[in-house]
């Protein structure tokens, strides 16, 4: 099947057997404090990401979390002072300013960390848990709050619109296989066991020069084919500047292929809807495209995910 084409769930399902079974030989199971691909992570590869620190330099990978409501951010984040009146402001004694803040952990705009009990999937979530555990009251197995203690590794961008010569790649593109081994040869950079890769297709840099779009009907995203390029590197985490999932999807019958094939399957954490306009110009500067990289997500007990702000050290 060439890349691009849609592709049947016969070829899906071939892929997604053959996706797992790798994660069953590479992956950590369920029950886990580290399940799925984060075994990948060990003090070694943290120590040797720590060495990956030239500058000193750090910058948010975060988008700012918005308030409006957007054609791609229907439902957006709720943020109001919950502090008394503004004449108390200016009166005289103690007085404290308060905030209250609620938000759609997985909409189309913020960024956020998907956590393994994200993704159901012909009833079960990611090393065969049943679905079940996922209740109204909270999930009660592979929620985020495995991730208290964070994600520490070394982060490695590969910029798919550098790599073709545009601005950003436009909603119904993907990106192929092939893109992520030409990236990284263009780059000079090489994805390892336990990394936290991070792709841009310039989502974030479209929505902010050309403004926002409906973008659960139409954007950019990985073709499902090139998750396979994760399985054989032992990526331990996935973060995207899009949803990570083309739209409309290509494969029949499966609109998130690649969060099946990521999150269920191979026990990926993925985050989406990332912001790397900060991070390009300072890895093209410094001729590097592998740094250290923090996430810490909120203690959120028995959550599905998590607004997550990671941070890059150059």
Same mark, same amino acid.
Not at 12 to 20: P, V
Not at 162 to 173: A, H, K, M, S, T
């Given at each position: 099947?060439?890349?691009?084409? &849609?592709?049947?769930?016969?070829?899906?399902?071939?892929?997604? #057997?053959?996706?797992?079974?790798?994660?069953?030989?590479?992956?950590? &199971?369920?029950?886990?404090?580290?399940?799925?691909?984060?075994?990948?992570? %060990? &003090?070694?590869?943290?120590?040797?990401?720590?060495?990956?620190?030239?500058?000193?330099?750090? =910058?948010?990978?975060?988008?700012?979390?918005?308030?409006?409501?957007?054609?791609?951010?229907?439902?957006?984040?709720?943020?109001?002072?919950?502090?008394?009146? #503004?004449?108390?402001?200016?009166?005289?004694?103690?007085?404290?300013? %308060?905030?209250?803040?609620?938000?759609?952990?997985?909409?189309?705009?913020?960024?956020?960390?998907?956590?393994?009990?994200?993704?159901?999937? $012909?009833?079960?979530?990611?090393?065969?848990?049943?679905?079940? @555990? /996922?209740?109204?009251?909270?999930?009660?197995?592979?929620?985020?709050?495995?991730?208290?203690?964070?994600?520490?590794?070394?982060? =490695?961008?590969?910029?798919?619109?550098?790599?073709?010569? /545009?601005?950003?790649?436009?909603?119904? $593109?993907?990106?192929?296989?092939?893109?992520?081994?030409?990236?990284?040869?263009?780059?000079?950079?090489?994805?390892?066991?336990?990394?936290?890769?991070?792709?841009?297709?310039?989502?974030?840099?479209?929505?902010? #020069?050309?403004?926002?779009?409906?973008?659960?009907?139409?954007?950019?995203?990985?073709?499902?084919?090139?998750?396979?390029?994760?399985?054989?590197?032992?990526?331990?985490?996935?973060?995207? $500047?899009?949803?990570?999932? @083309?739209?409309?999807?290509?494969?029949?019958?499966?609109?998130?292929?690649?969060? /099946?094939?990521?999150?269920?399957?191979?026990?990926?954490?993925?985050?989406?809807?990332?912001?790397?306009?900060?991070?390009? &110009?300072?890895? #093209?500067?410094? $001729?590097?495209?592998?740094?250290?990289?923090? /996430?810490?997500?909120?203690?959120?007990?028995?959550?599905?995910?998590?607004?997550?702000?990671?941070?890059?050290?150059?």
């Amino acid at each position: 099947m060439p890349d691009g084409r &849609p592709q049947s769930r016969a070829a899906f399902d071939a892929l997604y #057997e053959r996706l797992r079974q790798q994660a069953d030989a590479t992956g950590s &199971p369920p029950p886990t404090d580290r399940p799925g691909q984060l075994a990948g992570i %060990t &003090p070694a590869t943290v120590l040797a990401a720590v060495a990956e620190v030239r500058l000193g330099l750090t =910058v948010s990978l975060s988008s700012p979390i918005g308030t409006d409501v957007t054609s791609d951010d229907p439902h957006p984040a709720g943020h109001r002072l919950t502090s008394g009146p #503004e004449s108390e402001a200016s009166a005289t004694g103690l007085h404290f300013a %308060t905030d209250h803040f609620a938000m759609n952990v997985h909409g189309d705009a913020d960024s956020h960390l998907d956590a393994l009990c994200h993704v159901v999937f $012909d009833g079960t979530l990611y090393g065969g848990v049943p679905a079940s @555990t /996922v209740t109204a009251e909270g999930a009660t197995a592979l929620s985020v709050d495995l991730l208290h203690d964070g994600i520490v590794g070394r982060g =490695v961008l590969l910029d798919i619109p550098r790599l073709r010569g /545009v601005p950003w790649l436009e909603p119904g $593109d993907h990106v192929t296989l092939e893109d992520l081994r030409a990236a990284e040869c263009s780059q000079g950079v090489r994805v390892r066991a336990g990394d936290i890769l991070l792709v841009r297709v310039g989502h974030r840099r479209r929505r902010e #020069e050309a403004g926002p779009w409906d973008a659960s009907r139409s954007r950019a995203g990985l073709h499902p084919a090139a998750m396979e390029f994760l399985a054989e590197r032992r990526v331990a985490v996935l973060g995207g $500047d899009g949803n990570n999932d @083309t739209a409309p999807s290509l494969t029949e019958g499966v609109d998130f292929p690649v969060h /099946v094939l990521g999150i269920h399957a191979l026990g990926l954490h993925f985050m989406d809807y990332l912001r790397f306009e900060d991070l390009v &110009p300072l890895c #093209e500067e410094a $001729d590097r495209w592998s740094f250290l990289c923090v /996430v810490a997500p909120l203690r959120l007990p028995a959550a599905t995910g998590s607004p997550v702000n990671p941070i890059a050290i150059l």
